[in-house]
């Protein structure tokens, strides 16, 4: 069964702190990664896709890939309230049926 | 914002009735899913489909038929609602099956079977 995993959370960080979100996953084959945020009844919204080892940036967001160790990072510089959601972590790799697998998600809460 | 749209929103029904979802895309993506989110179990991949009249069944397909029958339109349909199919139902939709291309989602449709 292969699968992603994700800490539940909830992850509480103050205002204008870094938020630290980390995923693993189990298919070492695995090719894309990407972070999805959702806020409460609301439908999943695309932030960041990571394909290769390293970092990619997107503003106040940082994707952290690394594929020997099987994780998934994405950091969230200076934190704002409105950052609240669960964050969901989906992998995805073409031997798979070509389905994304998805994880749990963490639910990191801003406290202003 | 990609163009998806699901109706209805919101939908309470009956035990034993049949119940059609249905997502539209102006995005022109050959690809489309239909899946479901529970607590505890987060998103899970009812169908999908990969082209006009071309669908696969997902992990949780019992009791769920789908129909696309134009690029735009893809349909979820519960023959016989049971209480467990209660759920949030989101349509996604990629231009590929998601090794280079994400997957964006619909505003979703809150389904409750009484």
């Known amino acids: 069964q292969k699968e992603v995993e994700q800490n539940s959370g909830p992850l509480s960080v103050p205002e204008g702190a870094i938020a630290s979100l980390n995923c693993t996953y189990s298919?070492?084959?695995?090719?894309?990664f990407f972070w999805y945020r959702q806020y409460s009844g609301k439908s999943p919204e695309l932030i960041m896709s990571?394909?290769s080892n390293g970092d990619k940036e997107d503003g106040r967001f940082t994707a952290q890939l690394n594929k020997a160790s099987q994780y998934v990072s994405l950091l969230i510089r200076d934190s704002q309230p409105s950052d609240s959601a669960t964050y969901l972590c989906?992998?995805?790799?073409?031997?798979?049926?070509?389905?994304?697998?998805w994880g749990l998600g963490t639910s990191l809460a801003v406290n202003p | 914002d990609a163009g998806i749209t699901q109706s209805p929103r919101h939908k309470v029904t009956e035990t034993g009735t049949p119940v059609t979802l249905r997502c539209h895309q102006t995005?022109?993506?050959?690809?489309m899913y239909w899946y479901r989110q529970d607590p505890g179990h987060g998103l899970r991949l009812i169908h999908y489909?990969?082209?006009?009249?071309?669908?696969d069944k997902g992990e949780v397909s019992d009791g769920y038929s789908v129909s696309r029958s134009k690029t735009e339109d893809f349909l979820l349909t519960l023959e016989s609602a049971t209480s467990s199919q209660t759920s949030v139902y989101f349509c996604?939709?990629?231009?590929?099956?998601?090794?280079?291309?994400?997957?964006?989602f619909g505003d979703g449709t809150r389904l409750s079977i009484l």
């Open positions: 489909s990969y082209g006009v009249k071309d669908t």
């Open positions: 990571i394909y």
């Open positions: 996604a939709i990629s231009e590929s099956t998601g090794g280079d291309q994400p997957q964006h």
């Open positions: 298919d070492r084959g695995s090719q894309s």
């Open positions: 995005e022109n993506h050959r690809y």
């Open positions: 989906a992998v995805y790799n073409a031997g798979n049926n070509r389905k994304l697998i």
